[in-house]
């Protein structure tokens, strides 16, 4: 079926919006110049960027584009919609910068879409700081001198009080303004596109702020098939992923954290901050602040390596760290391979570093190295640029095992281990093989592809109780992936699940939906006894599909959304290779899998995970020297214009 046939009757607003800060100029494009397979979201910007940014740049150049983007569910009823995308090259990213992706909850995307754009191309650079003010159709830069400086909170409190209430902000804080390789781009109070540095990516460019407003709505084909699919799947229901996880927890208030969702994810608590105001919870790995028997540290010991327990602070202190490193623009993160480093170095006796004084269990202390960071002052002006890099500026200068230790931490091209079995989640075969292979090919950590089968609750389930989860994944499986071994704990035959994850999570950011409720491969259990008892546990999979045909007309398969989705993931791919990205670079992550998992003490050697990458380049269609896509493949997802230069990479690669 030819999808340009068919009549689009709503989900998007028509208009893009273009900035060039170097000249001041905006203009619009009509976003119909990339449907349909430029959904929105995600696959809307692998097609603008592989188109517009230049290939070898820094991500400070002024050349570099910021995109951010909504989906054509956006600004509906769709429950969990109102994500919002963004993407540009990553200065975090080691050992170069590469095209990476980021989506934060909120209500940002939703106002844009109501403002007339559907989304925003930014690039060039400002001579001084601006701040970008869309409002009912209209875009103008304004000078930001006096936000220049402020913290997210207080910036975002004065736009507020100068264009209303029900105005959105996306901003920086500090450390987006000082360049720090971490600084996220921050929302609401605790909203943020956190991992890949994107907010020092703003700072370069002296862009402070956007603002959004406006009361134009979202144009709806189908206004009753939406409210039927809304009313079907319920309010305050626990999302699949955690509704065993927190059975008996779900009349407990919790944060909503994007417009439009209906469910309880129960990943967050309020909190009080120590000046008494009330403050999003946070959970993150081990250092999670629940509830006072829910705190608890982080260990890690196996193959020679070492992570030493971090300590949690008590909970007031917790909430107010939480809400300073999102008022500073930092990805809280940091602290998950920060501070137990520091640790390991205060046990091998090493109480400062070039000067500075460490004392990474002292709350105090923790909240001045926090200060330090966001300004590059002190101790942290040598951890501004993470702690990847600073391991190749203290080698030689520090034990070899705390410098392993770091780079261990931030095994994955600079981002922090997670969802990897090892250092922070309980992940038994086979879903740390799975996650292993969205390490080796994603641009960035993979966490949130992981959430998206349902895999947090699945490996929880197989740790409960294995011989009765194995007979039901096989089920599952069976229905889902055609193949009742896809879940079974062995190494063979997971790179189709592994694809399937991105694809289908490629198709989450692009409508967008949330990855903790979507794809509902098992629908929600709400206690171990419905689990133990239930002969089905698969849950709705095409819920996507009819949310996108109620809203926009458009009637898609699985398979032609998918389609999309491939198309998107490859072009992400070439702009890899554009950056060096190859097999070589892949195959440095196997010692990190030598390490046995935390869970079930699994591991594989670098042989075995030599042979994972083969069955996953190969299912991918790509070659197996690189790992890039091959000219037959890139011809069946309609992208043969890339061959040339594709080919052209690959004789400059193969060059001694």
């Excluded at 700081?129 to 409002?135: E, T």
């Excluded at 006894?529 to 089905?536: F, L, M």
């Excluded at 060096?580 to 042989?607: N, Q, S, V, W, Y």
Aim: hydrophobic fraction near 40%; include cysteine.
């Amino acid at each position: 079926m030819d999808n340009r046939s068919q009549t689009i009757t709503g989900g998007w607003v028509g208009k893009i919006l273009e900035v060039d800060l170097s000249t001041g100029q905006i203009r619009t494009r009509p976003t119909s110049r990339y449907l349909p397979q430029g959904l929105g979201g995600r696959t809307l910007a692998a097609h603008i960027a592989w188109e517009e940014i230049p290939p070898g740049i820094d991500p400070f150049d002024p050349s570099n584009r910021i995109i951010v983007a909504t989906g054509p569910l956006t600004g509906t009823l769709s429950p969990t919609s109102g994500r919002t995308f963004m993407s540009t090259l990553s200065p975090r990213i080691y050992p170069r910068p590469w095209y990476t992706h980021s989506t934060l909850g909120g209500w940002f995307g939703p106002a844009l879409k109501y403002a007339g754009f559907d989304a925003i191309i930014i690039h060039g650079k400002a001579a001084e700081p601006v701040y970008l003010h869309i409002r009912e159709g209209q875009a103008e830069l304004r000078p930001a001198g006096e936000l220049w400086g402020m913290d997210t909170r207080q910036a975002q409190l004065w736009l507020k009080q100068q264009f209303g209430s029900r105005t959105q902000v996306l901003v920086i804080g500090p450390a987006g303004e000082r360049l720090v390789r971490f600084a996220t781009v921050q929302h609401a109070e605790e909203n943020a596109a956190g991992h890949s540095g994107f907010g020092a990516v703003w700072g370069s460019k002296n862009l402070k702020a956007i603002t959004a407003y406006g009361t134009a709505g979202v144009p709806v084909a189908d206004p009753q098939a939406l409210w039927e699919e809304v009313r079907r799947l319920g309010t305050y229901r626990p999302s699949p992923n955690h509704s065993i996880l927190y059975a008996g927890q779900l009349e407990r208030k919790k944060p909503v954290c994007s417009q439009s969702c209906t469910f309880n994810c129960v990943v967050a608590n309020f909190g009080q901050a120590e000046d008494g105001r009330t403050v999003p919870g946070l959970c993150v790995g081990g250092l999670a602040w629940i509830s006072e028997t829910e705190m608890k540290g982080t260990r890690y010991q196996g193959g020679g390596m070492e992570v030493p327990e971090s300590q949690n602070f008590e909970l007031r202190k917790e909430a107010t760290l939480a809400d300073r490193c999102n008022a500073l623009g930092l990805d809280v993160w940091f602290r998950l391979v920060m501070q137990p480093w520091l640790i390991a170095c205060q046990q091998h006796g090493i109480h400062a570093l070039r000067g500075h004084p460490i004392d990474p269990n002292n709350p105090a202390w923790f909240e001045g190295f926090m200060h330090g960071l966001a300004y590059r002052q002190g101790l942290g002006a040598l951890f501004a640029d993470d702690l990847r890099r600073l391991m190749d500026e203290l080698e030689g200068e520090l034990p070899d095992d705390l410098i392993a230790l770091g780079r261990e931490l931030e095994f994955g091209f600079g981002f922090p281990a997670h969802r990897e079995g090892r250092f922070w989640d309980e992940e038994p075969l086979p879903f740390w093989v799975i996650s292993a292979m969205m390490h080796a090919s994603e641009s960035r950590d993979p966490t949130i592809g992981t959430h998206s089968a349902s895999l947090l609750l699945a490996d929880f389930l197989l740790l409960a109780d294995r011989d009765l989860a194995l007979r039901k994944f096989r089920t599952l499986s069976e229905k889902v992936w055609n193949d009742p071994e896809a879940l079974e704990p062995t190494f063979e035959n997971k790179a189709p699940l592994a694809i399937w994850n991105q694809d289908q999570h490629i198709v989450i950011d692009s409508l967008p939906l949330c990855d903790f409720a979507f794809p509902q491969v098992m629908r929600p259990i709400g206690s171990l006894e419905e689990w133990q008892q239930a002969e089905d546990i698969s849950g709705d999979l095409d819920y996507d599909l009819r949310l996108l045909k109620a809203v926009t007309g458009l009637v898609l398969s699985r398979q032609e959304l998918t389609h999309y989705a491939r198309r998107a993931f490859t072009l992400e791919r070439l702009m890899l290779a554009r950056a060096g990205r190859a097999r070589p670079m892949e195959e440095g992550l196997a010692p990190h899998f030598k390490l046995p998992c935390r869970a079930d003490g699994t591991l594989i050697e670098p042989e075995g995970f030599s042979h994972l990458l083969d069955e996953y380049y190969i299912a991918r269609g790509w070659d197996l020297e690189l790992g890039w896509p091959k000219p037959e493949t890139l011809q069946e997802l309609g992208l043969a214009e890339a061959i040339p230069e594709l080919e052209r990479l690959r004789e400059k690669e193969r060059k001694p």
